[in-house]
Each structure stands twice: as structure tokens, then as C-alpha cells.
């Protein structure tokens, strides 16, 4: 009987110990679950970030581009923030090629306010037309560009050509004051 007893004892102080050990176990997860999810001034909110460049049609298709030195042809163009968070864009010229690259200057104007003014090589990725200001869920911007061939071009560039395509990238607006695109 004695031994009964003393097996009793060990039995309840081993249950007791299992007990202290899951309630610590379960303080020390709670605090460790609320350190992780709760960091006091960070609100992340996460969105859709997607942007369209002229409802997917060509901008300059050159069909209706005909140029000469001292003249100029302009193109209205839209961008629709096509997702669930604000926004900025960019936008820039890839692929470019042609002999007329040398005497073309853009300039890409919101309203009467120009964004860019340069020749195309100098409208990249890395020196890109940007936005001031976020483009709302669902806004369309439109925007228009105006090709000019410089008045210093002579007859060499009469049968002259250039290519080149119009590229819009977009960034979530939040938490991005500087506009980072990488």
C-alpha cells in the first residue's frame, strides 16, 4: 500500500508539471503569435496593382503620321488604372530603331502640363515619364504626344523611318513616396 501511495504522489506531481508546461507552452505562443502579427504604426494593405495603355491599341500606329522637318503630329493616348490600389505610372520607349530617332523630339503633356520633352533614346526605362500624382482604382488619364521633327533636318531623312514601342509600368502608390518600380 505504501508503495501505491507514493506512486499516486509521483503520478499527480508528473500530471501537474505536464499542466504548468502546456500552459506555459501556450502563454509563450500567444505572445510570440501577437509580436508577428501586431507591429503598432505598420498597416500593410495589399491590392492589384494593373494599368492600360490606350485600351490595348496602338498609340502611333504611322498610318496616319506624315512628318517634315519643322512640323509636328500629336497623339491623345489613355491610362487606365485597371486595379484595386492607387497607383503611379511610367512610361517609356523600347525597341527603338530607324533613322528618324536622331531628329524626332517627344513630349508627353497631362493637360497642358509637360511630363517629358527629349528625343526618343532619352525617353528609357532608366529616364522614364512619370506621374506627379496617383492614379485612382478605375481613373482613366489621358495624355497626348507630340512628335516633332526638327527644322534642321535635310533630305537625307525624307525616306526615313523610325519604330519604336510605347511602354507603361505601374507601382502601388502606398507606402511609395518615391516612387520605387523595382
Known amino acids: 500500500m505504501n508503495n501505491s501511495g507514493v506512486t499516486k504522489k509521483r503520478a499527480y506531481g508528473h500530471i501537474a508539471v505536464i499542466i504548468i508546461l502546456v ?3 501556450a502563454a509563450t505562443t500567444y505572445a510570440l503569435i501577437l509580436s508577428l502579427v501586431s507591429a503598432d504604426g505598420n498597416i500593410f494593405e ?5 494599368i492600360e495603355l490606350n485600351g490595348g491599341q496602338t498609340v502611333f500606329d504611322g498610318s496616319d503620321v506624315n512628318i517634315a522637318p519643322g512640323l509636328s503630329t500629336e497623339k ?3 491610362l487606365e488604372n485597371k486595379g484595386t490600389a492607387d497607383i503611379y505610372y511610367r512610361i517609356y520607349m523600347e525597341n527603338i530603331s530607324g533613322a528618324l530617332q536622331e531628329v524626332l523630339t517627344f513630349e508627353i503633356y ?9 528625343k526618343s533614346k532619352d ?4 529616364s522614364p515619364c512619370t506621374s506627379d500624382t496617383p492614379l485612382a482604382p478605375g481613373e482613366i488619364k489621358t495624355l497626348k504626344a507630340v512628335v516633332k521633327m526638327s ?3 535635310d533630305n537625307t531623312y525624307q ?5 519604336f514601342d510605347i511602354t507603361a509600368d ?11 518600380f523595382d
Open 170 to 180: 505601374a507601382v502601388q502608390a502606398k507606402n511609395n513616396s518615391n516612387k520605387v
Open 159 to 163: 525616306n526615313g523611318d523610325i519604330t
Open 76 to 78: 491623345s493616348f489613355t
Open 46 to 50: 495589399t491590392g492589384q496593382v494593373e
Open 110 to 118: 497631362d493637360q497642358d502640363k509637360l511630363l517629358f520633352s527629349g
Open 151 to 153: 527644322e534642321d533636318a
Open 123 to 126: 525617353l528609357t526605362k532608366d
Open 23 to 25: 500552459l506555459m507552452l
